[in-house]
Every structure is written in C-alpha cells, then in structure tokens.
C-alpha cells in the first residue's frame, strides 16, 4: 500500500534518528561507544556457556567456539547478531589504536579505522549469527591488518 504522508513522515524521522545518532557520537564518542559495548543479549548467552566477555580479542575466538544454540530460534538471530557487531566493533575500538565508531547516511553504526576504511561490524555479526561466517575472529584480524 502506498500511503504518501505516510512515507514522508517515516523519512522525516529515519533522517531525524540518524542525524541525532550523528550528533551523540559526536558530542559524546565515549557515551556512545559504552551504549554500544552493553551486548546484553550476547552477554546472557556467553555467560550460559559459562564464558565471560572481557572486550579482548580472545574472547572473539571464545565466542566462535560457542555451540549457535541460538540458531534453533530464527526470532532471536536477528538480535544476537547485532549485539555480535556491536561486540566486535568494542574489541576493535579497544584494541587497535584510531579506531572509532562511525554513522554512514543511512544510519548504521559502523567501525572507521585509522587508515580511513570502514567495517560494517553489524553486517558481520549478524552473518555470524546466522551462518558462523565470518568468525569474529576472522574479521577482527582483517581490521587489525588495516
């Protein structure tokens, strides 16, 4: 159904939601990178395994040894895998020097290292979730190359 008003107004507030996540990075990288760290989801499931997450690259290897139990609930994939980017994007932050978040146009949150290139850590997550590929720790040692 095509609704003009409709799609306006959510084009309006799309463009409000990403210009003000724009501006918190802005005014507040830390604040965000700590919003961005919280990975509650990803967290519980770790815990379950009996694996805390330390926001160090071995924990991206631990997370890929995990058994995806979580792929037997196609309703919480989704969300595991974007808590997995926003993870990675933690380690990556943490630990290689220049790092930092990012807001493409189009609102995603993404990763731009010192070099200048940009990872969509959320994309990758997500694909771990879903199919284990790329392992965290696969794409964090691509990142760490630069």
């Given at each position: ?9 959510l ?85 290689i ?33 879903m ?16």
């Amino acid at each position: 159904m095509n609704i003009p008003f409709l799609d306006n107004w959510l084009n309006r507030h799309e463009t409000e939601r990403t210009e003000g996540l724009a501006a918190a990075l802005a005014d507040d990288p830390e604040g965000i990178a700590e919003l961005f760290s919280e990975c509650e989801m990803l967290r519980d499931q770790a815990r379950a395994a009996g694996l805390e997450l330390d926001e160090g690259q071995a924990s991206l290897e631990a997370l890929d040894q995990l058994m995806p139990r979580w792929r037997r609930d196609p309703e919480i994939v989704p969300w595991l895998g974007n808590d997995a980017g926003f993870y990675l994007g933690t380690v990556i932050i943490r630990t290689i020097p220049g790092a930092g978040w990012q807001v493409w146009p189009n609102g995603q949150p993404v990763i731009r290292l010192a070099s200048g290139r940009e990872l969509n850590v959320i994309e990758s997550g997500v694909s771990w979730a879903m199919t284990g590929s790329p392992e965290l720790s696969q794409a964090y040692a691509e990142a760490s190359e630069g």
